[in-house]
Structures are given as structure tokens and as C-alpha cells.
């Protein structure tokens, strides 16, 4: 298929990002959207592993997800998604309003902390009518890598790790 170069090429935001620079895990804004009715959207970088260097399997992923998901609703007034990245090395997450990298970073600790703690019978949406891939997961995992994250500290710089 011809690609029309008479329109303008979107930027698209994390294309940019030197990933060679940035020292994970951390909670980075990328932006702030202003919608046509004036309500606002912030969108995070939640990056759990060094870019390039590491990521996470694919049933660990996705149980974070879950876990996130149940674990960062309650705590992030305005939370809309937190989503993962395809190279799996982290996830999107949009919440309504503004919040600052500070607030993001401290209330994915307490939800990876909780991740910790957590049973089989605590993750949401385990099951085939509940999951499109139910088969997929794995808490153990998911554990692990809550525990390296929490170790190494989540910092609210993408480019100097200082931890919250």
C-alpha cells in the first residue's frame, strides 16, 4: 500500500525518546492533552526495565497488568488505563486531570508492594470469560519482578534515578 505523503507525519512522542538515556523503572509524564470540552488527560511512561537491556516475559506482564489495574484505580483519582508496552518493558498509564511523575511513581509502589502480598485468588480477570488470554499469566512471576522493581527504587526522572 502507497503511503499518502501529502499529509502531515503525527510525531509520535516515544519514537523520540533516547531509550539509551533513560535510567529505569521510573514514572515519566509525557504529556498533558486539553480535549475540546477542556478536560485533561496526563500520560505516563511506567518503565519497569532498562529499555534494551531487559523485559518482561509475557505471563508476568500480563498478570502486572491485571494487578495494576486493580491496585492503582483506588489510589489515582482519575484513572483511566495503565496499559503495556509492546516491548514490554513497561506500560502507558492515562489518568483524568493532572498528576504529577512524584504522585504516579509513589502510588505504583504501594500498588507493587501490594503485587507482593497478593494470592492466585486476589488477580482480577483470571478467568476464560473474563481474560482473552487466560492461560497466560503467571504470579510468580509477576512477584519477582515486583520485588526487583521495588529493590532498584522508582525514581520520578527518567534520566536521573533518584528513587521516591
Not at 531509550?19 to 477542556?38: C, E, F, S
Request: a negative charge; glycine letters at 6%.
Amino acid at each position: 500500500m502507497e503511503q499518502n505523503t501529502n499529509q502531515p507525519q503525527a510525531e509520535i512522542e516515544s519514537f523520540t525518546l533516547d531509550h539509551d538515556a533513560v535510567k529505569a523503572p521510573y514514572v515519566r509524564l509525557i504529556d498533558t492533552t486539553k480535549g475540546p470540552k477542556g478536560d485533561i488527560i496526563s500520560n505516563f511512561d511506567v518503565r519497569l526495565t532498562q529499555p534494551n537491556e531487559e523485559f518482561i516475559d509475557t505471563a508476568s506482564l500480563h498478570t502486572l497488568e491485571h494487578l495494576l489495574a486493580k491496585y492503582l484505580r483506588p489510589q489515582i483519582e482519575g484513572y483511566i488505563d495503565c496499559s503495556p508496552y509492546g516491548c514490554r518493558t513497561g506500560f502507558h498509564l492515562l489518568v483524568w486531570n493532572e498528576l504529577s511523575s512524584q504522585d504516579a511513581a509513589k502510588a505504583l509502589k504501594q500498588a507493587l508492594e501490594q503485587t507482593l502480598k497478593t494470592s492466585w485468588d486476589e488477580v482480577p480477570g483470571t478467568k476464560r470469560k473474563e481474560c482473552g488470554n487466560y492461560k497466560d499469566h503467571s504470579l510468580e512471576g509477576a512477584k519477582r519482578w515486583a520485588a526487583k522493581i521495588l529493590e532498584q527504587g522508582i525514581s520520578a526522572d527518567a534520566f536521573h534515578h533518584i528513587p521516591v
